[in-house]
């Protein structure tokens, strides 16, 4: 019984504290979030507002809103006002960044980075991945430098998606990024700023989304796919491996090619290559 209520005031102990003792410096600990303090007002956070999670060894927020059933594995960190729901778990090296939500029963891999985002219930984050950084948008100013475009927005992931190891979502600039219910994303998938995917999608390994694109429900990707920024693709499109979108697809059915044809089509332009590289030999 002693020792029960010693762990338990050692849980709720300051992180200052435990990082005075012969652990990793308080320099280390505010250097690796360095990457969010806009989301501080550029105030760099007091080290002294971290406690340790009594389920798991876990660091969090004095101010974050955790439900008493999460499991924060040690050397997770959970930032200010980051809601986290019941059931919620979350792998060692973890960050959860200021103001993020975390539905119901959601599992979180080793080392992954969620900032500027909500991720709804029953969802299933692998290792390594990032959500909610900054996407890719520059111009050229009137003094011929590249100048970054704001990225201000958020990342809205639906109920029950899973999104595959070092997979990257980027926040909105001028719309939030949204992944539907039930979509399953693969593993080394890049999806750019202001993207729309519809729900229940299937996106292959190692596939490219870029900016502002638009997919329908039940599209169906297969590994290194590429779409084009600014494209829409309508529900149950199904695209074969290697293909490139360049253009809007407006009508359901299986393409493939570079770019992207019906796939009847693209079947037959490969049929008359064979064809006409076999007549070339022989001539």
């Known amino acids: ?28 600990f505010i250097s690796g979030m360095s990457d969010e303090l806009h989301s501080y007002n550029g105030k760099i956070p007091n080290p002294s507002e971290f406690m340790i999670w009594k389920n798991g060894g876990g660091v969090f927020h004095n101010s974050a809103s955790i439900d008493p059933t999460v499991l924060i594995e040690a050397g997770a960190v959970i930032h200010s006002n980051s809601n986290i729901a019941q059931n919620v778990q979350i792998g060692s090296g973890s960050i959860i960044g200021p103001s993020v939500s975390i539905g119901e029963s959601t599992k979180i ?37 590249v100048v970054k475009k704001p990225q201000d927005l958020s990342v809205k992931i639906g109920n029950h998606v899973e999104i595959g190891a070092n997979t990257c979502i980027d ?19 890049q999806i750019g700023h202001n993207v729309i995917i519809g729900k229940c999608c299937i996106i292959c390994g190692q596939s490219g989304i870029a900016g502002s694109s638009i997919l329908g429900d039940y599209v169906t990707m297969g590994g290194r796919v590429a779409i084009k920024d600014h494209v829409s693709i309508a529900s149950k499109v199904r695209l074969a491996a290697n ?24 079947r037959k332009q490969i049929v008359s290559l064979r064809f006409l590289s076999k007549k070339d030999q022989v001539s």
Request: net charge neutral; hydrophobic share 40%.
């Open 243 to 266: 293909s490139l979108v360049t253009k809007n697809l407006t009508t359901a059915g299986d393409y493939a090619g570079f770019p992207a044809v019906p796939a009847e089509e693209w």
């Open 171 to 189: 926040r909105g600039s001028w719309r939030d990024t949204t992944i539907g219910d039930f979509t399953k994303i693969d593993n080394l998938v």
């Open 1 to 28: 019984m002693a020792m029960a209520i010693a762990l338990r005031k050692v849980s709720l102990q300051p992180f200052s504290f435990i990082l005075s003792r012969k652990c990793p410096s308080h320099d280390r």
């Open 109 to 145: 891999g080793y080392n992954v980075v969620l900032s500027n985002c909500s991720v709804g219930q029953f969802c299933i984050i692998h290792s390594g991945a990032c959500i909610g950084q900054d996407g890719f948008g520059f111009f050229i100013d009137d003094k011929g430098q």
